[in-house]
Nanobody, 116 residues
């Protein structure tokens, strides 16, 4: 059974940091590119960060570049998202996504709220 379980979300003040975690099981993790998406209320889901299957390549949305860092551990089947200098506009539900060709798996999401 494929599972992606996110954790680490919460309430943080502007300028603060959070680290999101995604634990994968039920598929060959090391063969999948991994992505973090987010969806704010009333907005479409957007790609935040992506990492290749071997971790050698990363990409970021312009809005988070320089503040967020995606990383993965293929031995532990995990992918993380370190988020620094958080802004109120970063408030959203964050989703972990695994993709290989036409296969795509999603987690249930974790809420991140940036507010004073």
């Amino acid at each position: 059974q494929v599972q992606l379980v996110e954790s680490g979300g919460g309430l943080v003040q502007p300028g603060g940091s959070l680290r999101l975690f995604c634990a994968a099981s039920g598929f060959t993790f090391s063969r999948y590119a991994m992505r973090w998406y987010r969806q704010a209320p009333g907005k479409e889901r957007e790609l935040v960060a992506a990492i290749s299957s071997d971790g050698g390549s990363t990409n970021y949305a312009a809005s988070v570049k320089g503040r967020f860092t995606i990383s993965r551990d293929n031995a532990k089947n995990t992918v993380d998202l370190q988020m620094n200098s958080l802004k109120p506009d970063d408030t959203a539900v964050y989703y972990c996504n695994a993709v290989q060709l036409r296969l795509s798996y999603w987690g249930q999401g974790t809420q991140v709220t940036v507010s004073s």
